[in-house]
T-cell receptor, first 114, second 115 residues
């Protein structure tokens, strides 16, 4: 069965510091991979996605993620965090050949210290 | 294009009552999804429509839940005889369907509280 693991429930970083949020997936083949961000009272916003090709993908708001097939990972990174990045981040997978649902991790809540 | 909209944004009801939520997808998106998100969890898939056809339902979607998309545009999700365990955020998403069919755009959600 497909699954997504985000090992860190809550991370606190200082403003201006670098950030890496971890995501591991379990799937028989290479899935479609996504990172979403959810701010309080807001819907989920897509940060970036990986379908195929270059394993380093760039997203919005200065985020990037790297797909590592050997580690079944798709970690999210940002070189310098801004206070407005405080939110909850969700990694998700979608099955190739499927028409439908995404499977989400439980999320990582990011707090930013001034 | 105003994005995916959901109404109401908040709903408080008493156990045993029926509730209905509405989702308006991005225009011309032919795929529509419902998810449920409980506290401390990621969204969990409930059901999916391709135009007006409901093509997939999760085991989470008990007999008390029903979803419709009668004209292939907006969708409704009804919960009958609500239980306290139904308290959650109900999220709707839409997708263009072709090409990047798994790129889903989410609405702000409807937060349901069952007393």
């Amino acid at each position: 069965a497909q699954s997504v693991t985000q090992p860190d429930i809550h991370i606190t970083v200082s403003e201006g510091a670098s950030l890496e949020l971890r995501c591991n997936y379990s799937y028989g083949a290479t899935p479609y991979l996504f990172w979403y961000v959810q701010s309080p009272g807001q819907g989920l916003q897509l940060l970036l996605k990986y379908f195929s090709g270059d394993t380093l993908v760039q997203g919005i708001k200065g985020f990037e993620a790297e797909f590592k097939r050997s580690q079944s990972s798709f970690n999210l990174r940002k070189p310098s965090v801004h206070w407005s990045d405080a939110a909850e981040y969700f990694c998700a997978v979608g099955a190739r050949g499927s028409q439908g649902n995404l499977i989400f991790g439980k999320g990582t809540k990011l707090s930013v210290k001034p | 294009d105003t994005g995916v909209s959901q109404n109401p944004r908040h709903k408080i009801t008493k156990r045993g009552q029926n509730v209905t939520f509405r989702c308006d997808p991005i225009s011309e998106h032919n795929r529509l999804y419902w998810y449920r998100q409980t506290l401390g969890q990621g969204p969990e898939f409930l059901t999916y429509f391709q135009n007006e056809a409901q093509l997939e339902k999760s085991r989470l979607l008990s007999d008390r839940f029903s979803a419709e998309r009668p004209k292939g545009s907006f969708s409704t999700l009804e919960i009958q005889r609500t239980e306290q365990g139904d308290s959650a955020m109900y999220l709707c998403a839409s997708s263009p369907g072709q090409g990047n069919y798994n790129e889903q755009f989410f609405g702000p959600g409807t937060r349901l509280t069952v007393l």
